[in-house]
């Protein structure tokens, strides 16, 4: 009855999760349709080439950037526009990127812009929505917006400026961007579930940290795309804000793609990846404590982030080949190709443009091929993902004790060989990896004397003394039994060396409160040989090595030469 209640909870959760990827790609299809084939109109004008200078001349609103000479301080300009009448209940709405504005009506200020005046955010608002309700008039009425720009080697901008009704210059601003909106969201959604799904399967050893990084690639630039989308602003406000979450996401995605690259690539390409993520760790750290302590705004360290990006094009090729070496993965190349073909096409041009100054195309460049990249491994990790997950409790509970031994409960051969692929790809990155091998002393004498329930009795004490000498490394380490009376213990942290001298002495004080049992009719006594590994050698040369460390102490124990 329990069993089929636990059948029947995995069947429905399972539905639940199918449901809810089924409504987020119905919800991402619905946003690309209503974004190319809605027909609704709009009762809202765009005055974005309406605009004339001082001099009277038609402007654009893309290079503001004028300087006092003497003291370098941003000096206000001023475009103005005519309107014949304004209707009533009709606003104006407006973004002013990396620059603030006023709005002056008939000469009067009716809108003024707030400056920042925090070291957290910076000198720029970022990305900021103007809403400002305008009296109805039949006369024509002057409009000026005086633009100051907030940083001196760029120019400010004021797009998206619609004269109308206030919910139907909500409405079109939100179906022009809505597409990328969805898109950001579906991919934070997904950042969020690979991460949350790396930590469920990695109690399973059957997740590589390369899926951790994965997630949070994926979830830092859907961070970026989010903010980048302008729709978050529209909706809460607080630019400011979604501003620095922008940036510091910004600021993290060359890093986290790096040591994606670290934890599966090989050789020179892996070389070129520890250095790579150093180098993006450093500017990340740096550019982060200079923004918040007011020394460097992140918009003058970004130069070192864009660099950054452009150089990812040697690791983002190689990274989704390095999924195709599976067999069973091949049948999706005619997925990955095109979407290569559009990455690497789109960061060339990206280069071009960045070479030539050209920063606002090269940025959507970039972000196209952050995109492909990202669904190039998603393409590769989704059925991964999925096939683990759909297993449920129930096979979870069957793997378990398919790598379990039955006496001691520690994991046994099988389970040992199940995690030597990943123990290689630890030693492969050069990460530190502890072998620990253990032998009991004098069982064959134990079972020939006291019989095999006594000897049955001390295998058991020693997997509860090693459970009890590492209780408190569960993550770290990981105990089997691999014969008869040996035992092995893997310790995969950087501080392997202290782990083993505190768990070996927990072990020892184990073994003499056990000794003082009475009638137990036997000493415990266990034999150990401790090896630290660093790249360099093999998990079977090792474990050799660890082996024969296990046999001197035995020798050393039993007080012969």
């Given at each position: 009855?329990?069993?089929t209640?636990?059948?029947?909870?995995?069947?429905?959760?399972?539905?639940?999760?199918?449901?809810?990827?089924?409504?987020?790609?119905?919800?991402?299809?619905?946003?690309?349709?209503?974004?190319?084939?809605?027909?609704?109109?709009f009762d809202a004008?765009?005055?974005?080439?309406?605009?004339?200078?001082?001099?009277g001349?038609?402007c654009?609103?893309?290079?503001?950037g004028?300087?006092?000479?003497?003291?370098?301080?941003?000096?206000?300009?001023?475009?103005?526009?005519?309107?014949?009448?304004?209707?009533?209940?009709?606003?104006?709405?407006?973004?002013?990127?990396?620059?603030?504005?006023?709005?002056?009506?008939?000469?009067?200020?009716?809108?003024?812009?707030?400056?920042?005046?925090?070291?957290?955010?910076?000198?720029?608002?970022?990305?900021?929505?103007?809403?400002?309700?305008?009296?109805a008039?039949?006369?024509?009425?002057?409009?000026?917006?005086?633009?100051?720009?907030?940083?001196?080697?760029?120019k400010?901008?004021i797009?998206?400026?619609?004269?109308?009704s206030?919910?139907?210059?909500?409405?079109?601003?939100?179906?022009?961007?809505?597409?990328?909106?969805?898109?950001?969201?579906?991919?934070?959604?997904?950042?969020?579930?690979?991460?949350?799904?790396?930590?469920?399967?990695?109690?399973?050893q059957t997740?590589?940290?390369?899926?951790?990084?994965?997630?949070?690639?994926?979830?830092?630039?859907?961070?970026?795309?989010g903010?980048?989308?302008?729709?978050?602003q529209?909706?809460?406000?607080?630019?400011?804000?979604?501003?620095?979450?922008?940036?510091t996401?910004?600021?993290?995605?060359?890093?986290?793609?790096?040591?994606?690259?670290v934890?599966?690539l090989?050789?020179?390409?892996?070389?070129?990846?520890?250095?790579?993520?150093?180098?993006?760790?450093?500017?990340?750290?740096?550019?982060?404590?200079?923004?918040?302590?007011?020394?460097?705004?992140?918009?003058?360290?970004?130069?070192?982030?864009?660099?950054?990006?452009?150089?990812?094009?040697?690791?983002m090729?190689?990274?989704?080949?390095?999924?195709?070496?599976?067999d069973?993965?091949?049948a999706?190349?005619?997925?990955?190709?095109?979407?290569?073909?559009?990455l690497?096409?789109?960061?060339?041009?990206?280069l071009?443009k960045?070479?030539?100054?050209?920063?606002?195309?090269?940025s959507?460049?970039?972000?196209?091929?952050l995109?492909?990249?990202l669904?190039?491994?998603?393409v590769?990790?989704?059925q991964?993902?999925?096939?683990?997950?759909?297993k449920?409790?129930?096979?979870?509970?069957?793997?378990?004790?398919?790598?379990t031994?039955?006496?001691?409960?520690?994991?046994?051969?099988t389970?040992?060989?199940?995690h030597?692929?990943e123990?290689?790809?630890?030693?492969?990155?050069?990460?530190p990896?502890?072998?620990?091998?253990?032998?009991?002393?004098?069982?064959?004498?134990?079972?020939?004397?006291?019989?095999?329930?006594?000897?049955?009795?001390?295998?058991?004490?020693?997997?509860?003394?090693?459970?009890?000498?590492?209780?408190?490394?569960?993550?770290?380490?990981?105990?089997?039994r691999?014969g008869?009376?040996?035992f092995?213990?893997?310790?995969?942290?950087?501080?392997?060396?202290?782990?083993?001298?505190?768990?070996?002495?927990?072990?020892?004080?184990?073994?003499?409160?056990?000794?003082?049992?009475?009638?137990?009719?036997?000493?415990?006594?266990?034999?150990?040989?401790?090896?630290l590994?660093?790249?360099?050698?093999?998990?079977?040369e090792?474990?050799?090595e660890?082996?024969?460390?296990?046999?001197?102490?035995?020798?050393?124990?039993?007080?012969?030469?």
């Amino acid at each position: 009855m329990k069993q089929t209640i636990k059948d029947f909870a995995n069947t429905t959760l399972l539905r639940i999760v199918n449901w809810g990827f089924y409504l987020i790609i119905a919800v991402s299809l619905w946003g690309v349709l209503i974004r190319f084939f809605s027909l609704t109109s709009f009762d809202a004008v765009d005055l974005s080439h309406s605009w004339k200078d001082t001099t009277g001349g038609y402007c654009t609103l893309s290079g503001f950037g004028v300087y006092d000479g003497e003291t370098g301080e941003p000096v206000p300009q001023s475009v103005y526009c005519r309107l014949d009448k304004v209707e009533p209940d009709t606003a104006i709405i407006f973004r002013a990127r990396s620059c603030y504005a006023n709005l002056y009506v008939n000469g009067v200020l009716i809108h003024e812009d707030y400056n920042i005046h925090s070291p957290l955010y910076g000198n720029s608002p970022g990305s900021r929505w103007h809403v400002v309700s305008l009296s109805a008039s039949k006369l024509p009425v002057s409009l000026c917006l005086e633009v100051t720009t907030c940083y001196a080697n760029s120019k400010g901008l004021i797009d998206h400026i619609y004269l109308g009704s206030a919910q139907d210059i909500y409405r079109k601003v939100t179906f022009e961007h809505i597409f990328g909106f969805i898109l950001s969201s579906f991919l934070l959604i997904c950042g969020f579930v690979i991460i949350i799904l790396y930590f469920y399967m990695r109690k399973g050893q059957t997740a590589g940290k390369d899926l951790l990084y994965l997630g949070l690639a994926t979830f830092f630039s859907a961070q970026w795309l989010g903010a980048e989308s302008m729709l978050w602003q529209l909706f809460i406000g607080h630019s400011e804000i979604i501003h620095l979450w922008g940036y510091t996401a910004l600021v993290a995605i060359p890093t986290s793609y790096g040591m994606m690259a670290v934890y599966r690539l090989k050789g020179k390409l892996h070389t070129f990846s520890i250095i790579y993520s150093l180098v993006s760790a450093v500017a990340m750290i740096a550019s982060v404590i200079m923004q918040l302590f007011g020394i460097m705004d992140f918009h003058y360290s970004l130069m070192i982030t864009r660099i950054l990006l452009v150089i990812l094009i040697p690791l983002m090729v190689p990274l989704v080949l390095s999924y195709m070496k599976n067999d069973r993965q091949k049948a999706k190349k005619h997925i990955i190709f095109p979407l290569l073909g559009i990455l690497v096409v789109c960061v060339t041009v990206a280069l071009v443009k960045y070479i030539l100054g050209s920063y606002d195309d090269y940025s959507s460049y970039v972000r196209i091929a952050l995109l492909c990249f990202l669904l190039c491994l998603i393409v590769y990790q989704f059925q991964h993902i999925v096939t683990t997950f759909s297993k449920g409790m129930k096979a979870d509970m069957l793997h378990d004790l398919a790598l379990t031994d039955y006496m001691t409960g520690l994991y046994n051969r099988t389970a040992f060989n199940e995690h030597v692929p990943e123990y290689n790809h630890i030693i492969d990155s050069f990460s530190p990896l502890g072998i620990i091998q253990f032998d009991v002393n004098n069982l064959k004498k134990v079972n020939d004397t006291l019989g095999h329930e006594k000897g049955d009795m001390m295998i058991k004490a020693v997997a509860d003394g090693l459970r009890y000498a590492f209780v408190h490394y569960d993550k770290e380490c990981a105990s089997y039994r691999t014969g008869g009376d040996e035992f092995l213990t893997i310790i995969n942290a950087l501080n392997a060396d202290e782990i083993y001298n505190t768990c070996i002495a927990r072990l020892k004080h184990y073994c003499e409160d056990f000794n003082k049992r009475p009638d137990l009719g036997f000493t415990l006594t266990i034999a150990h040989g401790y090896v630290l590994i660093k790249g360099g050698r093999t998990l079977e040369e090792a474990i050799d090595e660890a082996d024969a460390l296990m046999y001197e102490n035995k020798r050393m124990l039993k007080g012969l030469k």
